[in-house]
């Protein structure tokens, strides 16, 4: 390729949310493949997933199609004791205060949604002619990587070359320490959530109606995020939120880990077990041990963490998503934080990218990306410890106003 060629060969290694929502913003300008070691259903699962404004406003500009993907819009959230007694019912609208709205969707719905904006063709989007959608390559992973060539070793020992690579392969990712000089990897932080998602069929089934907070919400047409601690000294607490147009519901169930689970190390969740979780949450409502007790699939999550990175890039190679700076969901703002490293590559997509500039643009992605995420990250450390009202909305306006990588830059550039 001539390196003046402003038509890149960009390779992408992981079909997760970042590989997906990268591939879309690139597809615009560049050639995309996407590497993945699993099937074409991967990384999905029964369970949910909730999208502040700092993403939905990204997602919006990517035409994302929230009807596809069932989302549900959150309103606010209701705080309640452990048996059931409201302590607080706030409505607090994020597309009022941050232009972009807050929303809940199945995970596998979400995929989907970010899949088709990476693969259909241009015009069904609204895309120029010229927006190929990008290559999915399945059942082969990478595993190795020469950052300053951009030469990827896939599984079948195949050597494939690109003029930008962009790592994207999770929390246990393999390719990032061949961008690190020392390698590092996710840490437990001792806690750890239990997901399920249950249909509203099942639990009318189960109770013989639906408990009155979902009811609630079924007929107002609104979702609200609701809360359960159970304020005994433990850190014992329950979210749920509805997917699905308010048919089915997620349940986090979040308690210190009570025993070493092998195999959570090697992925983020293993199978659960209902009788454990019930033990644990003995004395929580009889309507939540039915709702977990019904559910299909347990998953346990043992939460892990990295520690922040010294460096995201090397040569033509960059870390997006958790294999750059994995967090645990006690924010919900794992995959935001995705989504506003895919936009960060919109600086590949600007006019005048040429494979030689590559390096550079994927520094000033960094030099954005990484202080935010890290940012981000450490107010999720913190945030177990929030104790007021005040502090919640703080991190709120501090998480949500991102204004993406465009407007980021400006904004450095207006300050110096
Ligand atoms: C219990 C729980 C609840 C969460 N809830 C929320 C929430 O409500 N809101 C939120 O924003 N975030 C949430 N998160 C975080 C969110 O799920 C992650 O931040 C997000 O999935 C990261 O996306 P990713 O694409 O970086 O990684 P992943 O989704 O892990 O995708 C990585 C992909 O790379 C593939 N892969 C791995 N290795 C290779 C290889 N060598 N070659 C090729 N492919 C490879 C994998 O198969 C996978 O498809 C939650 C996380 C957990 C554990």
């Not at 074409?40 to 404004?53: E, K």
């Not at 969740?269 to 559910?295: C, P, Q, S, W």
Request: with cysteine.
């Amino acid at each position: 390729m001539a390196s003046n060629d402003t038509r890149l060969r960009a390779a992408i290694v992981g079909s997760g949310i970042a590989g997906l929502a990268a591939a879309r913003i690139l597809r615009e300008q560049h050639d995309v493949t996407v590497y993945e070691r699993g099937e074409p259903s991967v990384a999905t699962g029964g369970q949910g997933i909730a999208n502040f404004p700092n993403s939905t406003h990204i997602l919006e500009t990517m035409g994302f199609d929230y009807s596809r993907a069932g989302s549900v819009e959150l309103a606010g959230w209701n705080s309640v004791d452990r048996h059931g007694k409201y302590l607080d019912n706030i409505d607090y609208s994020m597309r009022e205060r941050y232009g972009a709205p807050l929303v809940s969707h199945m995970r596998v719905d979400f995929r989907t949604e970010l899949l088709r904006l990476a693969t259909a063709p241009a015009g069904n989007l609204g895309l120029d002619a010229s927006a190929a959608p990008a290559t999915m390559v399945w059942n082969n992973g990478a595993i190795d990587l020469d950052a300053e060539s951009g030469r990827i070793t896939l599984e079948d020992g195949s050597v494939v070359e690109a003029d930008v690579v962009i790592v994207a392969d999770g929390i246990h990712s393999r390719l990032r320490n061949k961008i690190l000089s020392e390698p590092v990897s996710a840490q437990k932080t001792g806690l750890t959530c239990c997901r399920v998602a249950v249909s509203a069929e099942r639990v009318e089934q189960a109770l013989g109606k639906l408990p009155q907070w979902w009811q609630d919400q079924r007929e107002k047409g609104q979702g609200y995020m609701h809360l359960i601690e159970a304020l005994d000294g433990t850190s014992r607490f329950m979210v749920a939120y509805p997917l699905r147009n308010l048919t089915w519901m997620n349940m986090a169930w979040v308690f210190q880990t009570r025993k070493e689970r092998g195999s959570t190390t090697e992925s983020w969740h293993a199978d659960g077990n209902k009788d454990e979780i019930l033990e644990v949450y003995d004395d929580f409502g009889d309507d939540l041990k039915t709702m977990l007790r019904v559910a299909d699939q347990v998953k346990l999550w043992e939460l892990q963490d990295l520690e922040p990175l010294p460096t995201w890039t090397s040569g033509r190679a960059i870390l997006i998503g958790d294999a750059a700076h994995a967090m645990t969901p006690l924010q919900g703002q794992g995959s935001n934080m995705a989504i506003e490293d895919a936009d960060g590559l919109r600086l590949l997509t600007q006019p005048g990218v040429t494979r030689d500039s590559v390096p550079e643009i994927l520094k000033t992605v960094e030099s954005v990306r990484r202080p935010r995420a890290t940012k981000v990250l450490m107010n999720t450390r913190s945030t177990s410890k929030i104790s007021s009202a005040a502090d919640r909305y703080a991190k709120f306006d501090e998480n949500c106003t991102y204004p993406g990588i465009l407007g980021a830059l400006k904004q450095q550039a207006t300050a110096s």
